[in-house]
């Protein structure tokens, strides 16, 4: 297993839109090294022009126009070629007061951009936006996965707790990836803070498990 990891050292934040991190919430790390594929301008405005296409007509977002929509500063490839452009969008509704954090992806200009589904479980229909984004290589399978925390409202008290959220790279999936309830489950928020603690953790947790790999099972089975 190899894993890409960067640093960067400003904060984003992102007003109640499609994006890493918005005003309120900390500061959002991407995670990677000269060996990761960044994308370029051109391709980052493709992305953001056409990212709204995916929220329409279903079912888990509401019905209304999107207010704003607004990729991370900086966006990734899962792999040095080829592969999916990786999207990590919060975007907010006309007359909707709260947020909406999801995984966008896209092969290429020709390709229609997918949004990965989430279970309704995972609150990110509460969402203010992401921050310490990690990018590595969960599975194996050379590929850039995606472990993040979410500020999420709390079930318990009037504010807001971070909620890791992990997406593996699946070849037979919608969008090259996936949710995986189990790796999401275990990671806790104080190992968010490097990629190396997040690798650490999701390695324990999967001989733990006895598991060659996290499925992509929404309710955390293998």
Not at 66 to 86: N, R
């Amino acid at each position: 297993m190899f894993m890409w990891t960067s640093r960067r050292s400003g904060r984003v934040s992102c007003s109640l839109v499609l994006g890493v991190a918005l005003a309120g919430v900390s500061h959002a790390h991407a995670a990677v090294d000269d060996g990761m594929r960044r994308a370029s301008v051109a391709e980052t405005n493709d992305i953001k022009a056409r990212a709204a296409s995916v929220f329409k007509d279903r079912d888990d977002v509401p019905e209304e126009p999107i207010a704003s929509l607004k990729p991370e500063k900086t966006l990734y490839w899962s792999a040095p070629q080829g592969g999916h452009l990786l999207a990590l969008v919060t975007v907010r509704f006309k007359g909707v007061s709260n947020a909406y954090c999801r995984l966008v992806t896209v092969e290429n200009e020709q390709a229609a951009p997918v949004l990965i589904d989430l279970p309704m479980d995972v609150n990110a229909d509460t969402c203010r936006g992401f921050r310490d984004v990690r990018y590595l290589d969960i599975n194996g399978d050379g590929k850039l996965d995606i472990a993040a925390s979410m500020s999420v409202r709390s079930n318990s008290f009037d504010g807001y707790v971070d909620q890791p959220v992990v997406y593996l790279s699946r070849a037979d999936k919608q969008g090259g990836y996936c949710y995986s309830a189990a790796a999401s489950r275990n990671l806790s928020p104080a190992v968010m803070g490097t990629t190396e603690k997040v690798r650490q953790a999701l390695d324990r947790e999967r001989k733990r498990l006895g598991v060659a790999q996290f499925d992509c099972a929404t309710n955390g089975a293998q």
